[in-house]
């Protein structure tokens, strides 16, 4: 489990330290985050398999952060920590697209169990999943090595960027794309000026995709875009 990534979120300082040392020391690659503002911005910018929230948090709780993480992850497993016990908060967690909920006080084997079985099913679930080179997005059909989008025997011929960008919106195809994600992927930062730069693509690949009207990119305010195939 050494390259396995958590994103542990949890406002009590001693349960979240003593909880980020035991995972640590048994291998996992742990990143601990104080409030669910902070997890959500530091989810954004690095990759993780695995987010294990605290629900009853300041700023943000776990529950909103789960629903945002959702918005843009729909695979990623979530763990929930929380101190109630009731039926209607187990429901609500499983609602926001949680995997497993453990009610305080728990044990750090029992955790550790928890995380490794729903690690291995993820696993069993993704066992082979080969590097797409095709994607098709409506009635096109593109090509990120050969650089081309096709629709109805015409080629359009991308640029570099452009296939990149095309690329990781298909990935998130009928989710949201990160804006950060994109930024530091293709550009190598996420600032004003950056930003501006990919949108300027954003309006290169609406023009090629416009042929169909199944297709669309969309704006998610605040979040990042959308390529949407209905």
Same mark, same amino acid.
């Given at each position: 489990m050494k390259n396995t990534r958590l994103l542990l979120v949890e406002d009590d300082p001693n349960l979240g330290d003593i909880l980020s040392e035991y995972l640590s020391l048994k291998g996992y690659d742990t990143v601990l985050c104080k409030n669910g503002s902070e997890g959500y911005n530091t989810f954004l910018k690095q %990759? *993780?398999?695995m987010c294990i929230l605290d629900v009853?948090?300041?700023i943000m709780d776990g529950f909103t952060l789960a629903q945002k993480i959702r918005d843009t992850n729909e695979q990623i497993p979530i763990v929930f920590l929380t101190a109630k016990s009731l039926k209607e908060d187990k429901l609500e967690g499983f609602k926001k697209g949680g995997d497993d909920y453990i009610t305080k006080p728990f044990s750090m084997e029992e955790l550790q169990l928890r995380i490794d079985a729903i690690l291995r099913r993820c696993q069993q679930q993704n066992v082979v999943k080969p590097e797409v080179d095709e994607y098709s997005i409506g009635g096109y059909v593109f090509n990120h090595i050969k650089q081309t989008l096709i629709f109805e025997a015409k080629q359009q011929k991308l640029t570099t960027k452009e296939s990149a960008l095309l690329k990781i919106l298909s990935q998130y195809k009928n989710q949201v794309m990160p804006r950060?994600?994109?930024?530091? %992927?293709?550009?190598?930062?996420?600032?004003? *000026? %950056?930003a501006r730069s990919m949108d300027v693509f954003i309006t290169k690949l609406r023009k090629y995709l416009k042929k169909d009207d199944v297709v669309s990119i969309i704006n998610v305010h605040g979040k990042g875009y959308k390529l949407i195939d209905k």
């Open positions: %990759t *993780f398999d009853m948090m300041p950060e994600i994109a930024l530091k %992927t293709i550009w190598g930062e996420d600032n004003y *000026f %950056t």
